[in-house]
């Protein structure tokens, strides 16, 4: 099988790709270039010497540290997230998996891992990849790649749906999370893309993608309920299994229970507590399926949580007007620098969440007797 990364540079076309920009994103009226860079710069002041970028407590998940990764990309950060990606390269443990918390300065405190963490590597690398089209760095990052999706994969049940998590002896968790399954749909489709540009196709990837998509899309029953948390709502949206005329009907289903007018978007359903991530996310996925002006609107209001120097308060608890958690993290200053790439178009990797479902509307179950639907 050849190796397509030979042939990036010289015009191959990368599926999902849009032209390479090297420009930081702006969103006119909202924030300029220069505000967006300082943002990314607040996270990388936050990375420790290793590569890790954790919590505001310090706890580094691999997750979290990936979304920062591809900000800092964004940003033109290049040291910083290369630095982030060769923590995760260094830190992958032999069954393809990370720990579920590390502290800072490394030591590993909670040593079970969660299914969705490991995935959303693939997402991080092909990101870097459609921003900078670096050949090289996939190169050196499909092993770990390869290795991660084994692990999630090895908690797929014969339905669809991925377990969350595996204990550290080994034991599988017992339900799956409607969110981590959604967002691993994406992952699962990014792996795929990277294996054909390494030339090591995994056909039985994108089965595993399209059998769980369907699975998120049609089968509630499959997932622990979760949904007084917002991430339930949108994240089957956002990360692609549901888009077309069904996304436009979840989202406004839930658009009454979640946002708050002029503040953003609800953590949970049944708090006066609005946060920046879950906004900027929401904003992303009305992006994705084409509803710019209320993405827009979202994003703009969502910035009463920015501070002097460009980090980001997680949440606001409105009802006593006060920042709650009492803390500025750098996932949420991630997810503002992605939603403003998103709408602005700036670089390679500005589309990734729209792309993430773009044939949502035609794709079947791959195996329609494993979940109970007619064929």
């Not at 936050?46 to 540290?65: F, K, L, R, T, Y």
Request: glycine fraction near 10%; aromatic fraction near 8%.
């Amino acid at each position: 099988m050849p190796d397509n990364l030979a042939r990036v540079d010289s015009g191959f076309s990368v599926p999902y790709a849009h032209s390479v920009a090297r420009a930081v994103p702006a969103v006119a009226g909202v924030l300029n270039e220069q505000e967006i860079r300082a943002t990314g710069e607040t996270i990388a002041a936050g990375q420790e010497p290793s590569g890790a970028i954790g919590w505001p407590d310090g706890h580094v998940d691999a997750w979290n540290h990936v979304e920062c990764a591809m900000a800092l990309s964004v940003c033109g950060l290049r040291g910083p997230a290369r630095l982030a990606y060769e923590w995760l390269r260094r830190t992958q443990r032999p069954d393809g998996s990370w720990a579920r918390r590390t502290e800072a300065g490394g030591l590993v405190s909670d040593p079970s891992s969660e299914s969705n963490h490991a995935a959303y590597v693939s997402v991080g690398v092909w990101h870097e990849f459609l921003v900078t089209r670096d050949a090289g760095f996939l190169r050196q990052m499909w092993p770990t790649v390869h290795r991660a999706i084994g692990f999630v994969l090895g908690l797929q049940t014969p339905r669809g749906e991925i377990i969350w998590e595996r204990a550290a002896d080994g034991t599988p968790g017992s339900y799956a999370l409607l969110t981590g399954c959604a967002s691993m749909y994406q992952s699962l489709r990014c792996a795929a893309a990277l294996s054909e540009l390494a030339g090591e196709p995994q056909p039985d990837w994108e089965l595993a993608a399209g059998q769980l998509g369907h699975v998120v899309a049609a089968h509630p029953e499959a997932f622990a309920d979760k949904a007084r948390f917002s991430m339930d709502w949108y994240y089957p949206v956002l990360a692609g299994p549901v888009r077309g005329a069904d996304a436009a009907a979840r989202l406004a289903a839930g658009w009454p229970d979640y946002v708050v007018p002029g503040l953003g978007v609800r953590c949970v359903s049944d708090e006066p507590w609005v946060t920046g991530a879950e906004t900027c996310e929401l904003a992303l996925a009305l992006d994705a399926i084409g509803d710019r002006g209320r993405a827009l609107e979202l994003f703009a209001d969502v910035q009463h949580l920015r501070d002097a120097d460009g980090a980001y308060w997680t949440g606001l608890q409105f009802a006593n007007q006060m920042h709650f958690p009492n803390e500025r993290s750098h996932w949420t200053a991630a997810a503002i620098v992605l939603a403003a790439d998103a709408l602005s178009g700036t670089t390679g990797g500005a589309h990734l969440f729209r792309q993430a479902g773009a044939d949502r509307a035609t794709a079947p179950p791959a195996d329609p007797g494993a979940c109970g639907c007619q064929a």
